[in-house]
């Protein structure tokens, strides 16, 4: 894993006590193997891939220690209950705004700030 890479899965400072979790395509780069056979191994019965810790909409998400604990020979081990929050589309539908309204209203203080990000998606606690 190349220097910048780790950057990228360090936390930002501004986000105190956000959560960051990472996406199937960040849980196969970090775990050495092509995207695609992780994909498979997730719904196959040969290779035990862990179920995510989040959803964020549609969007699964694994923390950083269930990926680096995680090995494809290894055997399953207990998992947390999954824990789902809601993603933009669904913040949208509930305050009745705009796809870029939510933003505005998160910066003026009208809607609550997402808790948790799965890569690049935000999620709030339903």
Do not use: K, N
């Not at 890479?5 to 050495?32: E, K, N, W």
């Not at 035990?48 to 923390?63: F, L, N, T």
């Not at 870029?100 to 709030?124: L, N, S």
């Amino acid at each position: 894993m190349t220097a910048a890479s780790v950057a990228l899965l360090q936390p930002d400072p501004r986000d105190a006590g956000i959560r960051r979790y990472f996406g199937l395509g960040t849980l196969a780069m970090l775990s050495g193997h092509p995207y695609q056979q992780v994909r498979e191994w997730r719904w196959s019965e040969r290779v035990w891939v862990p179920s995510p810790d989040i959803e964020v909409g549609r969007w699964s998400g694994w923390s950083l220690a269930c990926i680096r604990a995680w090995s494809p020979d290894g055997a399953p081990y207990l998992r947390p209950p999954l824990v789902s929050f809601a993603d933009t589309a669904e913040m949208t539908r509930r305050h009745r705004v705009t796809r870029e309204a939510p933003w505005r209203c998160i910066y003026d203080g009208t809607i609550a700030a997402p808790v948790v990000w799965v890569d690049d998606r935000p999620g709030w606690l339903r």
